[in-house]
């Protein structure tokens, strides 16, 4: 059974920033992509960014120069750095792990307000 434990989450003002972190029980390169997705209330869950295991990278529009994933492979951690944060960004973002399957973690909050 795969766990992905996030943590990081937050109340920030706008313009802030935030790091989440997103730590698998088994090597990170065991999967073909890791990713953060967040769903927004009344909203569908959406891709934020993802990671494959080839270090392959892509973001959705509205993040574009402001977040950034990376990971750390020793530690079996995937990141994302959330730079210039907007009201719109509030949400709960889930870390997201595929091989043959899907795997998520609980999610957690990110509230941009001032």
């Known amino acids: 059974q795969v766990q992905l434990v996030e943590s990081g989450g937050g109340l920030v003002q706008p313009g802030g920033s935030l790091r989440l972190s997103c730590a698998a029980s088994r090597s990170i390169f065991s999967f073909n992509a890791m990713g953060w997705y967040r769903q927004a209330p009344g909203k569908q869950r959406e891709l934020v960014a993802a990671?494959?295991?080839?270090?392959?990278?892509n973001y959705a529009n509205s993040v574009v120069g402001r977040f950034t994933i990376s990971r750390d492979n020793a530690k079996n951690t995937v990141f994302l750095q959330m730079n210039k944060l907007k009201p719109e960004d509030t949400a709960v973002y889930y870390c997201n792990a595929k091989d043959i399957y899907n795997y998520w973690g609980q999610g957690t909050q990110v509230t941009v307000s001032s």
């Open positions: 990671i494959t295991s080839g270090g392959s990278t």
